[in-house]
């Protein structure tokens, strides 16, 4: 994942003569270089004195990267009052590699983003160069670092996936841990977790309630409403529900525009999210945030649905503003409703706030909690609490499976998402059966 970006900057090898103008991406483990140049093209024209007309344009071409690592040191020099520069010093044994070793200047008044970009650089040295850290499930395991770098013309199955999560490596250099003793590769954080016994088994995996929100789209015309400027886009999500959105295409690019959810940290009515073009070995890609890039919008839209809050597509029914989904909004007009579940057994359980609800169901596993919905209606759930956690266990629509989700209890407040919060599990619960009977 991207950490840092410098825009521009004097860069030489120490192997170098001149310094020339790049542009710096820097990722947790490495440094990636594009190097900046002005290229001219003739296009067959000549001028009012017949010399060729000659045309410039601004390039950016990958140069090389460099691992963080193998810089065994980073310092700051100034030879004079004016000039400041960073030494990035590789060294094999007590010799300078000068073909891996760089050097940045720094003009008269750029020394406080020379002081800046030490530290940045210095803070991502020490990161990648720690030690190893070890969960519970490989405490006695010999383990090594793996990075790997992804061609361009490379397909999806050349990627690389966690052992413990199952999700991929991202990015076009890739980093994480490759376990020797277990023969798997693992994200850092997925190696460095701790697992509890529970029940004679690995630590219960629980699935994200926000998902609930986030409406399946069959196909772009769910959302893409073609040529639209800012205007008409907010006469269009006016009416909808919060976390609606919407992609148009107003001057030559792709355009977000959402009516932004209580999850969401934007604060403004309605947002605008351009989206931007780049050019990489003579294809285009496009993004809405550096370190992620895709081929086309319907990628980019199913990648940032979670990130970026988009829940509620604009030709989808769960856009609509009803009464039962306004008690959702920041106004609730309605009282909740209560809603049956297909009488799954019952068990009275005390609660923090003295009352028994239907859907509690004591000190029960997670196995258990499958057993007592199998066969229930898509949407049945119950409570359950155990190791002094409270979980919410649900049947999916369509699939018949399960999903299990954490309920947090911190301040005397419940919450499925940390972000909104209620006086007691009844009123969590209410609040989420009123989310679209699509999603549940």
Known sequence: VLSHEIAEIDMKKVSGTSYSKFQLLLFENYLVAFELTEEETYNNRVDFWGNAVVTKRNVKRYY?????????????????KETSYIHLNHYQGPSLVPSSSLVFRFPFGKQSDCEDIHNKLEELRKKSSAE???????????????????????????????????????????????????????????????????????????????DLLITPTDSREDFYLGEMDQKNANKKLKPKRRGTFIVRFSKDRFVISKKPHKNDPIRKEYDHLPVSTVT???????????????????????????????????????????????????????APER????????????????????????????????????????????VRHNNGTYKLSMVLPNSRKFKHSMIHHTEGKFSLTNQKKFDSLKDLVDNYMNVSPKNK
């Open 280 to 334: 990489l070995t003579g294809e285009k890609w496009i993004y809405l945030e550096k370190g992620f890039a895709f081929k086309n919008i319907d990628d980019l839209i199913k990648h940032h649905r979670k990130s970026h809050k988009l829940y509620f597509p604009i030709n989808s029914p769960d856009s609509e503003l009803t009464e039962r989904n306004s008690m959702t909004e920041e106004i609730q007009t309605i």
């Open 132 to 210: 190893i850290m070890k969960g519970s499930d490989h405490l006695d395991h010999d383990c090594i670092v793996f990075r790997k770098e992804i061609n361009d013309n490379s397909e999806v199955m050349q990627h690389e996936s966690c052992k413990d999560c199952g999700n991929f490596f991202k990015g076009k250099l890739q980093t994480g841990i490759n376990c020797l003793t277990c023969n798997d590769l693992f994200h850092k954080e997925c190696f460095a977790s701790n697992k509890d016994d529970d029940y004679g088994t690995a630590e219960e995996k629980f699935d994200d309630p926000e």
């Open 339 to 382: 809603r049956q579940t297909n009488n799954i057994p019952q068990i009275n359980v005390e609660e923090p706030n003295n009352s028994k609800d239907e859907f509690m169901h004591g000190d029960i596993s997670k196995e258990d909690a499958e057993e007592r919905l199998t066969d229930k209606a898509e949407g049945t759930f119950l």
């Open 64 to 80: 090389q990267h460099f691992k963080m690592k193998d810089f065994s040191e980073i310092r700051k020099t100034s030879h004079d």
